[in-house]
Nanobody, 114 residues
Framework: VQLQACGGGLVQAGGSLRLSCAASGRIFSINAMGWHRQAPGKQRELVATITSSGSTRYADSVKGRFTISRDNAKNTVYLQMNSLKPEDTAVYYC?????????WGEGTLVTVSS
């Protein structure tokens, strides 16, 4: 499974960004897809996940501001990020789980200025 993420960039606090991640390769039987992030000097953390049936889970820090969605026909997962805060600044990584194995894409940098 290969994952290609895009959509990061620089935005002012209060602004919005939309990340997308397209899966290719052995994409059948992909269950959950999601986003993690890693801020400078911090551990990687879960942001949001979505299963093939549409069940979602969010980190408490992003609930109400971020929305994860998935287009199974396009094998793509999206992360709509609204009301961004400087503390959301991080490298965001797309991830997929297939047959109990995790796959990771290259990160995309999100920088939120105050």
């Amino acid at each position: 499974v290969q994952l290609q993420a895009c959509g990061g960039g620089l935005v002012q606090a209060g602004g919005s960004l939309r990340l997308s991640c397209a899966a290719s390769g052995r994409i059948f039987s992909i269950n959950a897809m999601g986003w993690h992030r890693q801020a400078p000097g911090k551990q990687r953390e879960l942001v949001a996940t979505i299963t093939s049936s549409g069940s979602t889970r969010y980190a408490d820090s992003v609930k109400g501001r971020f929305t994860i969605s998935r287009d199974n026909a396009k094998n793509t997962v999206y992360l709509q990020m609204n009301s961004l805060k400087p503390e959301d600044t991080a490298v965001y990584y797309c991830a997929a789980n297939r047959q109990n194995k995790d796959y990771w894409g290259e990160g995309t940098l999100v920088t939120v200025s105050s």
